[in-house]
């Protein structure tokens, strides 16, 4: 299914006013905080004047919306010797993201994989199926952005049931999904005919040469050297600048690690509670004989990026980055994959020896 259609700027308020006023859920770009540091997020928004949709990328990904920083999985009750479990709802409202930029949209797709690979996780896929993608066309933000260095681009629908290009007074819009031509249908009188095919194109290739100029597209030269330079020393000198914080991995729309612990609410009663976690941070992967296999910081950077550029795209065939450029911007070590990536494909493409550590950490 592929149709298109238009939205005027002010049916596109419309278009939110209405669903808000259904009781729907809409999550959109708005400004938070407190001029002169305002900074855009996408938020929850309860009216239409909160919409952001012209500004920054948002400085957080979706990914709260899907897997929240913390949740719930189930209650216990103890009585005696016998344990009862009270099940959470899988059952989510519906909600209408607005607005998601195109490496925000494609990056659940991109997780499904893991969340459906030996389990299927029914709380992440519950706020999945609930939940309607508005994608929204960058025009590029700064030069952190490689989205068309992993395949992606400021113009890519991949994720998206509606896809908003700007174009003069409004939007031209792509119908891509069976959910984005319910949501056109609910809502025919905000829809109009289409309009600003070519206005649309002209943004895309903008776009796309603005953020192509950033960095090459990933070579599949990257993720063999990857596979073959576990000891490299290229590790240990770009470790120096990793503090181990787990900022990076906490605005990655694709970092999905978690840790599941017991809390107890009483002495017969508790929650079981999901929790975000990295395998940026120290505690990660000590077992508890007390042994660490990451023992140090070059191991732990090493595995976040082996896992995105090699170990996920050979189990699931996708590059576990959609290219947002937010790690870049958010590391106080001043860490930029793109710096990094461009660096290992001079290795990987050049005729140095392999510079290998004399013993493993
Ligand atoms: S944000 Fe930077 S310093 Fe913090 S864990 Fe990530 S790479 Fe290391
Ligand atoms: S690794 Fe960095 S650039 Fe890639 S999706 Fe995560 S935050 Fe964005």
Redesign the pocket.
């Known amino acids: 299914m592929r149709t298109t259609t238009y939205l005027s700027q002010t049916n596109l308020r419309g278009l939110a006013e209405d669903l808000l006023t259904a009781g729907t859920r809409v999550v959109a770009p708005a400004k938070i905080g407190r001029a002169p540091y305002q900074q855009v997020d996408y938020q929850r928004i309860a009216k239409v004047e909160e919409l952001a949709m012209d500004g920054a990328l948002p400085s957080r990904p979706l990914k709260q919306f899907f897997m929240p920083p913390t949740e719930i999985l189930l209650r216990w009750k103890q009585k005696k010797s016998d344990v009862e479990i009270e099940e959470i709802s899988t059952q989510f409202p519906a909600t209408v993201i607005l607005g998601a930029r195109p490496c925000d949209a494609a990056a659940p797709g991109i997780v499904d994989c893991v969340m459906n690979w030996d389990y299927r996780d029914e709380l992440y896929f519950g706020r999945r199926d609930a939940t309607t993608i508005i994608g929204l066309a960058c025009g590029g933000f700064d030069k952190s952005c490689f989205c068309t260095a992993v395949g992606l681009g400021p113009d890519a629908t991949a994720g998206s049931d509606l896809f908003l290009t700007p174009v003069d007074g409004g939007y031209h819009v792509d119908v891509l999904t069976e959910k984005g031509e319910s949501l056109v249908q609910a809502h025919a009188a905000r829809f109009s005919d289409s309009t600003g095919m070519d206005a649309a194109k002209r943004f895309h290739a903008d776009a796309r040469k603005k953020v192509e100029s950033n960095l090459n597209p990933v070579p599949p030269a990257v993720r063999q050297w990857l596979e073959s330079n576990f000891e490299h020393t290229l590790w240990e000198s770009i470790a120096l600048?990793?503090?181990?914080?787990?900022?990076?991995?906490s605005v990655c729309p694709t970092c999905h690690c978690f840790d599941i612990v017991d809390e107890a609410r009483g002495v017969d009663r508790g929650e079981r509670r999901r929790n975000w976690d990295t395998c940026?941070t120290s505690r990660f992967t000590v077992h508890g004989s007390g042994h660490n296999p990451r023992a140090n910081q070059n191991t732990r950077?090493r595995q976040r990026v082996t896992h995105k550029f090699a170990i996920y795209p050979k189990k699931f065939e996708k590059i576990l980055c959609s290219g947002c450029g937010r790690?870049a911007r958010?590391?106080?070590?001043g860490?930029d994959l793109p710096e990094l990536l461009a660096e290992i494909e001079r290795l990987a493409t050049s005729a140095e020896a392999p510079q290998l550590r004399g013993e493993r950490s």
């Open positions: 600048r990793c503090h181990g914080c787990g900022a990076c991995a940026q950077f790690c958010a590391c106080p070590g860490m």
